[in-house]
């Protein structure tokens, strides 16, 4: 079967550094996607590592080691804005799984 | 570029009653599919069209869930009869081709309550 692993919820204060961590169990593995979503909208494509390492994309970076099957997103110079829903998924062959988010609180 | 639209985005139906939920995926995205979230669970995936054909639909529930894509354009999905737990969110999203590290675009989902 497929599983996905990553906190349900981290708070974090403005201007700091969070990361969050997701774990995963999965065949057809092609790369670790992570998506933004805020309440009521609609998911946002972040961030894809397809290769072990690190992907930077502005204050956002995206970490994968397919050997552990483990992977994470780091938020810095945390905004309000960012207090959202993350969740990793595993792209397969022809969809994405994903997990179950992590609601990030920020506080001022 | 227009974005995922869908309708409605809100619906509230009672038990037993029948609802039909659209997707009109970005102009010229083959690739469409629904995943729906129930509260504080994952985003979980329902079914993956190419063009009009269903190329997946390991994920629909049970045979109460009926989508269809006719012409390879827009999308429907039906619930008949809506059952408690069917209430959630649902997402279309679509896709030129498989995700090799482009992502999905999302649409804002519509969000059903079954009472």
């Known amino acids: 079967g497929q599983s996905l692993e990553q906190p349900s919820e981290v708070t974090a204060v403005e201007g700091a550094i969070v990361q969050i961590n997701c774990t995963y169990q999965t065949s057809g593995f092609y790369g670790l996607s992570w998506y933004q979503q805020h309440d009521g909208g609609a998911p946002t494509f972040l961030s894809y590592?397809?290769?072990?390492g690190l992907e930077e994309t502005g204050r956002f970076s995206s970490f994968l080691s397919r050997s552990d099957s483990y992977g994470y997103l780091l938020l810095q110079e945390l905004q309000m804005k960012d207090s959202a829903s993350y969740f990793c998924?595993?792209?397969?062959?022809?969809?994405?799984?994903f997990g179950k988010g992590t609601r990030l609180h920020i506080l001022p | 570029e227009a974005g995922v639209t869908q309708f409605p985005s809100h619906s509230v139906i009672e038990k037993g009653q029948t609802v039909t939920l659209r997707c009109d995926p970005i102009?010229?995205?083959?690739?469409l599919y629904w995943y729906r979230r129930v509260m504080g669970k994952e985003i979980k995936f329902l079914l993956h069209?190419?063009?009009?054909?269903?190329?997946?639909e390991s994920g629909m529930p049970n045979n109460r869930f009926l989508a269809e894509r006719t012409g390879g354009t827009y999308s429907t999905l039906k619930v008949q009869p809506a059952e408690l737990e069917d209430s959630g969110v649902y997402f279309c999203?679509?896709?030129?081709?498989?995700?090799?590290?482009?992502?999905?675009?999302f649409g804002s989902g519509t969000r059903l309550t079954v009472v």
């Open positions: 102009s010229g995205h083959d690739n």
């Open positions: 590592n397809a290769l072990d």
């Open positions: 999203a679509s896709s030129q081709g498989p995700d090799r590290g482009y992502g999905y675009t």
């Open positions: 069209f190419v063009k009009e054909s269903k190329q997946d």
């Open positions: 998924a595993v792209v397969g062959d022809d969809k994405i799984i």
